[in-house]
């Protein structure tokens, strides 16, 4: 049996991908400045960043009652960034402020004042201290 | 800005009085007097061999030279109507930049950067 031997040759009538040129019937209406790439802009769907609750409250040491809200009602203590929930410029303030207000004579120190013990719950305390 | 919280009433004017004509000798300019009210202390404090629980708060906002604030913490120290006695700069606010919260990437912190 005569088997014609036939190299093995798939890309006989084939070009080169470099010097492929789209046929003309195929061709779409595009001028050479513009280009298939996608435009460069920024995310149209982006959210808008998280605030905090604090985010633009002034934060003064005189307000004891804002204070309060991030001290623990049993033992007086500053809660943690984990608890509060407030960004670090923030947290740092509060902090600050407490300090400052329980040495001038403002906020008691080893305890929340009862006045103040009613107030809304800002910090999500896993297991009150 | 100055705070001070000090006892009975009839020597509170006095105390004021007192206070501010020692500043505005070393060249304070006194602006605004706020009287922030008379309450219970948070905890007693004990002061000029006294255990005091009451107490008026007053605010004074003034201008001063820095070096004011050395001689009028002694010159207060020494007066027995006063209980505590500060001195705090001005808190200029600027909280217009706030951003809001950035997610930190802590990824990147975890590899070292050279």
Redesign the interface.
């Known amino acids: 049996m005569a088997m014609r031997a036939v190299a093995v040759r798939p890309w006989r009538g084939l070009r080169p991908a470099a010097l492929w040129v789209r046929p003309q019937r195929l061709q779409h209406e595009q001028l050479p400045e513009q280009s298939d790439q996608p435009i460069q802009m920024e995310n149209p769907y982006k959210e808008?960043?998280?605030?905090?609750v604090l985010?633009?409250?002034?934060v003064?040491?005189?307000n004891v009652q804002l204070l309060s809200q991030f001290v623990s009602p049993h033992t007086g203590r500053i809660y943690g960034r984990h608890i509060t929930g407030l960004?670090n410029?923030k947290q740092k303030e509060i902090t600050k402020a407490i300090k400052?207000a329980?040495?001038?004579?403002?906020?008691?120190?080893?305890f929340k004042?009862p006045a103040f013990l009613t107030d809304p719950k800002i910090c999500n305390i896993k297991y009150p201290e | 800005m100055q705070?001070s919280?000090c006892g009975k009433q009839p020597e509170t004017a006095a105390v004021l009085k007192r206070t501010v004509e020692a500043l505005m000798e070393r060249g304070a300019v006194v602006r605004n007097l706020e009287n922030?009210g008379e309450r219970s202390?948070?905890?007693k404090?004990s002061k000029h061999k006294e255990r005091h629980r009451r107490?008026g708060?007053f605010?004074i906002d003034l201008e001063a030279p820095p070096t004011i604030v050395t001689t009028m913490m002694d010159h207060l120290g020494r007066d027995i109507d006063v209980?505590?006695r500060?001195f705090?700069k001005h808190?200029l606010?600027k909280?217009e930049e706030?951003?809001?919260?950035?997610?930190v990437n802590y990824n990147d912190k975890l590899v070292a950067k050279k």
């Open positions: 808008p960043p998280n605030r905090c985010c633009g409250i002034n003064d040491y005189k960004c410029k400052r329980q040495v001038f004579g403002f906020m008691p120190v080893m004042n | 705070q919280s922030l202390l948070p905890y404090i107490g708060y605010l209980i505590r500060a705090v808190h606010s909280t706030c951003s809001g919260i950035i997610p």
